[in-house]
T-cell receptor, first 114, second 112 residues
């Protein structure tokens, strides 16, 4: 069965520092991969997605992610974190017969200290 | 930018009561979904809906749950007899196919 692991429950970084959030997936075929962000009390906003092609994907808000098939990973990165980036981040893989069902990781809560 | 709209934002209901959660997906989207997130837990898939029928559902989506697209714009989730464990944030989502979903802001359901 498809699964997504986000090993870090909480991460704290200083404002201006770089960020990497880890995501590992388990999926038999070529995965569709997503990163979503959720601010407290808000819905899920799509940051970026990978379907095929270039393994380095650019997203909104200055985020990028790199798909590494050999490591079954899709880590999210940002070179310089802003205080407004504090939120919970979810990695997800598209599963099911048509890849339409999202299987989410448990999420990583990002805290930004000034 | 088009949005998925969910109402109400928060609903409190008594155990055993029926609730209907409402969603207006993006107008040119073809696939509609419900997910839920119990406090402190993962976001979980409930059901997908395409061409006026359920295309996939999870083990969570038992006979107590149903979905409907009563007209060209609304998409509803009904829970017939709510249980305490149904308390969660319920998210509606839509997309055109195999692309990124657009999620609504969610309905927080509290069963007392």
């Amino acid at each position: 069965a498809q699964s997504v692991t986000q090993p870090d429950i909480h991460i704290t970084v200083s404002e201006g520092a770089s960020l990497e959030l880890r995501c590992n997936y388990s999926y038999g075929a070529t995965p569709y991969l997503f990163w979503y962000v959720q601010s407290p009390g808000q819905g899920l906003q799509l940051l970026l997605k990978y379907f095929s092609g270039d393994t380095l994907v650019q997203g909104i808000k200055g985020f990028e992610a790199e798909f590494k098939r050999s490591q079954s990973s899709f880590n999210l990165r940002k070179p310089s974190v802003h205080w407004s980036d504090a939120a919970e981040y979810f990695c997800a893989v598209g599963a099911g017969e048509y890849g339409n069902k999202l299987v989410f990781g448990a999420g990583t809560i990002l805290r930004v200290k000034s | 930018e088009p949005e998925v709209t969910q109402t109400p934002s928060h609903q409190v209901t008594q155990m055993g009561q029926e609730v209907i959660l409402r969603c207006v997906p993006i107008s040119n989207h073809l696939y509609f979904y419900w997910y839920r997130q119990i406090l402190g837990q993962k976001v979980e898939f409930l059901v997908s809906f395409y061409n006026n029928e359920i295309s996939e559902k999870s083990e969570i989506f038992d006979d107590q749950f149903s979905v409907e697209r009563p007209d060209g714009s609304n998409f509803t989730l009904k829970i017939r007899s709510t249980k305490l464990e149904d308390s969660a944030m319920y998210f509606c989502a839509s997309n055109r196919g195999q692309d990124g979903y657009t999620f609504g802001s969610g309905t927080r359901l509290t069963v007392v």
